[in-house]
């Protein structure tokens, strides 16, 4: 059986798919007039209307959430032009004929043609005179978007502003007076709490779907900084940029992305933070543009095996793997190895968490970080640059040498050491024993152990053959940097 590959599945859905048609679900048989007519029908006395059944015992009563936000929960159209290679001609030839062949392969360039395109997402309404948050995706390239309330009045809507880096996108429509959500906290949401989305699934409008927080901070390999929450609730293409909400009644994110292996719902949905969706909105409002704040560092998570080697009481924090030249780290005194436990005060139990605390700062503001170094906790200042994107090192490990860690290193030529803009290094030629158990391979070039830059492949031998059991490798693969522990045994 084929397999099919997990994918990050963005949910904005065309229009015209959306709203193809219904199935119920087992087999399907058509009921004609005629078969329908000869069934008879008893007459049946009028019967007074049930009286409302109480919500079981036990389990949230999410109709008064429903009831009192759904008028705030928009449907969003987007439409917009799209090239497409226009259907060329072939002369009418048999497909036998071996000119056919020559015509299907050489017939020269495809001209291109403007195609309409037509989609649909979800949003909703965070101030009265008409402010709407919704994803970026989802109006990204939108040559008109319209908004649909849940009373049916519709309104262009003009697009303030679309921040990529966080998918959050700020929309405007002439209206006053109109229904708003109440705005919650995100950070204060314990995994396991009930949770419900309201948006545009498929198209269907108005559509309610509950479940609970599956997790905190997830980072996505979207490159995405954002620190997403998980959640099983039913999220479907349609309901992105549609708000997620507490049992409170308040929105706590704003549904984003679906991990599937087919497109469609598969137990695991992401939100946006409200926190930071409305730092967006408050900056795009006030501005027409975000602006947020950087270090300049490659991070990576701290396992059990790398907080062993920093010696570290449990893994958390984001492990300093590089620092780029003249950034706002280099300048305060970061340096590789280091492990970021804190900013202001505020922990980061995992490395997703460190660019999204940073990036709440507005450039030119300090930032004080709780950093672990050989040892010992220390606070270093930091005045925060522009943001460009923190890099993430990959999840991947490596590391080791022939005598305890199992590899060949030979020294870098300086045209070697100019490319990959390092002083001293070794580059890994053979990898086995400890090393290729830990992922180190051919092509690394390993910068430093336990905190010691490496210059030649003796003081490699050297620094390995005093460690103790643990080596803590601080390899340089293409672009990044990572740290790679090593069991020495």
Known sequence: MKRNSLRMTTIAVALAAALGGAYALGQ????GDAQAAAQPVAAVAPQAAPAPVAAPAGLPDMRSIVAANGSAVVNIGVSGTRKTAAAPSLP????SDPLYQFFRHFRGPVPESQQQTQGVGSGFIVRADGIVLTNAHVVDGASEVVVKLNDRREFKAKVLGL????DVAVLKIDGKALPTVRIGASATTQVGEWVLAIGSPFGFESS???GIVSAKS???PDGSYVPFIQTDVAVNPGNSGGPLFNMNGEVIGINSQIYSRSGGYQGLSFAIPIEVAMNVEKQIVANGKVQRGKLGVSIQEVNQSLA??????????ALVSSIEKGSPAAKA????GDVILGVDGKTISAAGELPAAIATKQPGERARLQVWRKGQNRDIDVQVGVFADEKVASAEQPANDKSRLGIAVRELTPEEQRRAEVKGGVLVEQAGGPAARAGIRPGDIIVSVNGQPIASPEQLRGIIAKSGKKAAILLERGDSRLFVPV???
């Open 208 to 210: 309610a779907s509950a």
């Open 308 to 317: 062993d080697t920093f010696g570290l009481a449990k893994p958390a924090g």
């Open 487 to 489: 069991d020495l045994g």
């Open 333 to 336: 005194g970061l340096e590789p």
């Open 218 to 220: 997830r980072s996505l």
């Open 28 to 31: 399907y048989q058509p009921i």
């Open 163 to 166: 921040d990529k880096a966080s």
């Open 92 to 95: 009418q030839l048999d497909p």
